[in-house]
């Protein structure tokens, strides 16, 4: 059974990096074809995709965030990690951690159940 | 960037009406198009993948159809767990969301 977890600060301040962690079991992110997804979503509006990370390392970001984005995973600890720098209240949203896999066509089958990022002074 | 349009952006319905949900791409994306459903203080879940898949426990009302550029989801029956937002999603290049489209009790 696929799980994601979603874990980091409830509460950040404009300019202050936000670091995520999404720690997961029920698959290895070693496992040929296999990504880790992050996607928001700010209150009320649309979702939002922010970065991939697959099996081989290979990472693929937002354009439009990409100058602000590093995703990394820790295969041994089952943990991919998402930080994003210079926060401003535009990026309050609930951010989401899914798995990517091929046996779905590679869309995000699994997600997390999300967390609340508010930011403010 | 590939940018999706959904439309409607909202639906108002009646449990037991057939519904469809068009989703367009800016370029060709084949068949990379997966269709989400979204519950209100929930996360998304995926209903149809590779634009005409059934993922694995979704209702067979649920279909899709469609490549290229342009896309439908379509309910054949509305049941009441039904009303819920709805995301189409690209896979062709990186991943990009449509803006939604939220189906409402009449």
């Known amino acids: 059974q696929i799980t994601l977890k979603e874990s980091g600060p409830t509460l950040v301040k404009p300019t202050q990096t936000l670091t995520l962690t999404c720690t997961f079991s029920g698959f290895s992110l070693s496992t040929s074809g296999v990504g880790v997804g992050w996607i928001r979503q700010p209150p009320g509006e649309a979702l939002e995709w922010l970065a991939l990370?697959?099996?081989?390392?290979?990472?693929r970001y937002s354009p439009s965030l990409k100058s602000r984005l590093t995703i990394t995973k820790d295969t041994s600890k089952n943990q991919v990690v998402l930080t994003m720098t210079n926060m401003d209240p535009v990026d309050t949203a609930t951010y989401y951690c899914?798995?990517?896999?091929?046996?779905?066509?590679?869309?995000?089958?699994?997600w997390g159940q999300g967390t609340l990022v508010t930011v403010s002074s | 960037d590939i940018q999706m349009t959904q439309s409607p952006s909202s639906l108002s319905a009646s449990v037991g009406d057939r519904v469809t949900i068009t989703c367009r791409a800016s370029?060709?994306?084949?068949?990379?198009l997966n269709w989400y459903q979204q519950k209100p203080g929930k996360a998304p879940k995926l209903l149809i993948y590779?634009?005409?898949s059934l993922q694995s426990g979704v209702p067979s009302r649920f279909s899709g159809s469609g490549s290229g550029t342009d896309f439908t989801l379509t309910i054949s029956s509305l049941q009441p767990e039904d009303f819920a937002t709805y995301y189409c999603?690209?896979?062709?290049?990186?991943?990009?969301f449509g803006q939604g489209t939220r189906l409402e009790i009449k």
């Open positions: 590779a634009a005409s």
């Open positions: 990370i697959y099996w081989d390392d290979d990472k």
């Open positions: 899914a798995h990517r896999g091929r046996g779905y066509g590679y869309a995000l089958g699994y």
């Open positions: 370029q060709s994306i084949s068949s990379y």
């Open positions: 999603q690209q896979s062709y290049s990186t991943l990009s």
